[in-house]
């Protein structure tokens, strides 16, 4: 099992320019969340879906949209990169029980925008 | 004020030593805790899960306080791979979203 995969590691963006940022796991997981983490911060949430076919808002989902494609996959999408969305990106994904089920987390998109 | 908060450190630890660090969290519904630690430019990955009547998971100790609403993580016998940046996870009851504090970063050296 490779568990959550994200590509791509790494983006420079100039503003104004738009990208999607992949995430996809193997372990049969229902809910799916995009994570931003800026030094200081914390990890915040951006966008998550419970199940396939449902997402929803977090705490900071100004300037991203959100896909679930099918139960494996999560997508970001930045239609219009500002300096403001340089962060690390992380994806994670949870099975049924969610107050007890770890949170599984890929190894992280680190995004500059000039 | 934050939902949850934690000392960023860093807590320069001997090798060998104990350390021990806190977590207050301010909403008192937050029905399940853990504690996670992040390597430098990894993911975080779960550390422990955090029990009402406490939990060991070999060298290292989680305690819950309701009342004064904190978590704890103690670490016993530190060693030098323990140098990471431990984060403080909360769970409310309203879905599965997770508020994550800031982090402690531990420095154990030799």
């Known amino acids: 099992n490779a568990g959550v995969t994200q590509t791509p590691k790494f983006q420079v963006l100039k503003t104004g320019q738009s990208m999607t940022l992949q995430c996809a796991q193997d372990?049969?997981?229902?809910?799916m969340y995009w994570y931003r983490q800026d030094p200081g911060m914390g990890l915040r949430l951006i966008y998550y879906s419970a199940s396939e076919g449902t997402t929803d808002k977090g705490e900071v989902p100004n300037g991203y949209n959100v896909s679930r494609l099918n139960k494996r996959e999560f997508s970001l999408r930045l239609e219009s990169a500002a300096p403001s969305q340089t962060s690390v990106y992380f994806c994670a994904s949870t099975g049924l029980d969610g107050l007890t089920d770890t949170q599984y987390f890929g190894p992280g998109t680190r995004l500059t925008v000039l | 004020r934050k939902e949850v908060e934690q000392d960023p450190g860093p807590f320069n630890v001997p090798e060998g030593a104990t350390v021990a660090f806190n977590c207050t969290y301010s909403n008192s519904a937050s029905q399940s805790f853990f504690w996670y630690r992040q390597d430098c430019r990894k993911e975080p990955k779960l550390l422990m899960s955090?029990?009402?009547s406490g939990n060991e998971d070999g060298r290292f100790t989680a305690q819950l306080n309701r009342a004064s609403q904190y978590i704890s993580l103690l670490i016993r016998d530190s060693k030098l791979s323990d140098s990471a940046t431990y984060l403080c996870v909360v769970n409310r009851a309203a879905g599965n979203k997770l508020t994550f504090g800031g982090g402690t970063r531990v420095l154990v050296k030799p």
């Open positions: 955090v029990y009402s």
């Open positions: 372990m049969n997981h229902n809910s």
